[in-house]
C-alpha cells in the first residue's frame, strides 16, 4: 500500500463554488483555469498524483472514494485522474456517489452519447445509464436513477456487467463512489476493480482517526492499495510513501434526464 499526499489547491475548489454556492462547480476545479482554459501546472500535479499511486504503470480501473472528505473534493479529484489518463485509448470516468451533484455540471455541458451501431460503449445494459462526452473527449457514465444513500443494496443491479463491459472497450476507467458508500456498492465494485483508493484529509492520518479503518478495509478488500492524503496548503508537490495497513457522508438528491 502507498500513502500519496496531494496538496490540495483550495483556492481554486472556492472560486468555483461549493455543492450549494455560485461558481461554474467544482469539477474541473483542479484541471482549468478561472476562466476555463487547461491548467498546465494542476494537470502536472495530477499525472504526479497518478504516477504515484501507481509505481509500477498505468492501472486500468481505479475507485475512488472516502468517509469523511466532502464529495466535491472526491469528485474532482476523480475528474482529474481521468483527464490525466495515458493517450492511446478510450478513457471513462464513472460516478456511482450517492445523492451527489457533484458532476452535474460536468455532465450538463458534455455531449449526450446516443444509441447507435457505431457509438462508443454500444455493447452492454446501458438502457439506465446516461453517457456524455465532454469538450476534452472524456467519456462519462452514471446511472439514470440516483442511487440512494443508506440503501444497503441502492446501487444498479446491472452494475458489476457494466464496469465489466467498460472494461472491455476501455483503456482507464475512473470510478467515483464519493463519500461514504454502502458496504454492498464498495464489494460490487472491489470485485472487477484493480486499485481502491481512500481520499482523508491529512489531519485524521496525524490523528491516528483511520488507523483501524485502513487496517480492516486492507482486510477485506484486495483491491485497497493507497491512500489520498489531503494537504491544507496550496504548495505544488506531490510526495508518496508506502504505509502500514482505508472506509467511507453528505446526501443529495440529483436530476436526471433518461438518454
Same mark, same amino acid.
Given at each position: 500500500?502507498?500513502?500519496?499526499?496531494?496538496?490540495?489547491?483550495?483556492?481554486?475548489?472556492?472560486?468555483?463554488?461549493?455543492?450549494?454556492?455560485?461558481?461554474?462547480?467544482?469539477?474541473?476545479?483542479?484541471?482549468?483555469?478561472?476562466?476555463?482554459?487547461?491548467?498546465?501546472?494542476?494537470?502536472?500535479?495530477?499525472?504526479?498524483?497518478?504516477?504515484?499511486?501507481?509505481?509500477?504503470?498505468?492501472?486500468?480501473?481505479?475507485?475512488?472514494?472516502?468517509?469523511?472528505? &466532502?464529495?466535491?473534493?472526491?469528485?474532482?479529484?476523480?475528474?482529474?485522474?481521468?483527464?490525466?489518463?495515458?493517450?492511446?485509448?478510450?478513457?471513462?470516468?464513472?460516478?456511482?456517489?450517492?445523492?451527489?451533484?457533484?458532476?452535474?455540471?460536468?455532465?450538463?455541458?458534455?455531449?449526450?452519447?446516443?444509441?447507435?451501431?457505431?457509438?462508443?460503449?454500444? $455493447?452492454?445494459?446501458?438502457?439506465?445509464?446516461?453517457? $456524455?462526452?465532454?469538450?476534452?473527449?472524456?467519456?462519462?457514465?452514471?446511472?439514470?436513477?440516483?442511487?440512494?444513500?443508506?440503501? &444497503?443494496?441502492?446501487?444498479?443491479?446491472?452494475? $458489476?456487467?457494466?464496469?465489466?463491459?467498460?472494461?472491455?472497450?476501455?483503456?482507464?476507467?475512473?470510478?467515483?463512489?464519493?463519500?461514504?458508500?454502502?458496504?454492498?456498492?464498495?464489494?460490487?465494485?472491489?470485485?472487477?476493480?484493480?486499485?481502491?483508493?481512500?481520499?482523508?484529509?491529512?489531519?485524521?492520518?496525524?490523528?491516528?482517526?483511520?488507523?483501524?479503518?485502513?487496517?480492516?478495509?486492507?482486510?477485506?478488500?484486495?483491491?485497497?492499495?493507497?491512500?489520498?492524503?489531503?494537504?491544507?496548503?496550496?504548495?505544488?508537490?506531490?510526495?508518496?510513501?508506502?504505509?502500514?495497513?482505508?472506509?467511507?457522508?453528505?446526501?443529495?438528491?440529483?436530476?436526471?434526464?433518461?438518454?
Amino acid at each position: 500500500q502507498r500513502r500519496v499526499e496531494f496538496r490540495l489547491p483550495l483556492d481554486r475548489i472556492a472560486r468555483r463554488g461549493g455543492e450549494d454556492g455560485p461558481g461554474r462547480g467544482p469539477t474541473a476545479a483542479l484541471v482549468e483555469t478561472a476562466d476555463g482554459a487547461p491548467d498546465a501546472e494542476g494537470l502536472a500535479r495530477l499525472g504526479a498524483l497518478a504516477a504515484a499511486l501507481a509505481p509500477r504503470g498505468p492501472v486500468g480501473m481505479r475507485v475512488l472514494f472516502s468517509n469523511t472528505v &466532502p464529495t466535491v473534493l472526491t469528485a474532482a479529484l476523480a475528474h482529474g485522474l481521468a483527464r490525466v489518463a495515458p493517450s492511446g485509448g478510450r478513457v471513462v470516468l464513472v460516478d456511482l456517489a450517492q445523492d451527489s451533484t457533484a458532476l452535474d455540471d460536468a455532465f450538463a455541458a458534455a455531449e449526450l452519447v446516443e444509441e447507435a451501431p457505431a457509438a462508443p460503449l454500444a $455493447v452492454g445494459p446501458w438502457d439506465g445509464w446516461e453517457r $456524455v462526452r465532454d469538450a476534452a473527449g472524456l467519456l462519462m457514465l452514471r446511472p439514470i436513477e440516483p442511487i440512494p444513500a443508506g440503501d &444497503p443494496s441502492g446501487h444498479p443491479d446491472d452494475l $458489476v456487467s457494466v464496469l465489466e463491459s467498460l472494461e472491455d472497450e476501455a483503456r482507464t476507467i475512473v470510478v467515483h463512489l464519493g463519500r461514504e458508500p454502502t458496504a454492498a456498492l464498495l464489494f460490487d465494485v472491489a470485485a472487477v476493480a484493480d486499485q481502491m483508493v481512500l481520499v482523508v484529509d491529512a489531519q485524521d492520518v496525524v490523528d491516528g482517526r483511520v488507523s483501524e479503518e485502513i487496517d480492516v478495509m486492507s482486510y477485506l478488500l484486495p483491491p485497497f492499495d493507497g491512500l489520498i492524503v489531503l494537504g491544507r496548503d496550496d504548495e505544488p508537490a506531490v510526495d508518496a510513501e508506502p504505509i502500514e495497513g482505508a472506509s467511507p457522508s453528505e446526501p443529495r438528491r440529483r436530476r436526471r434526464a433518461a438518454v
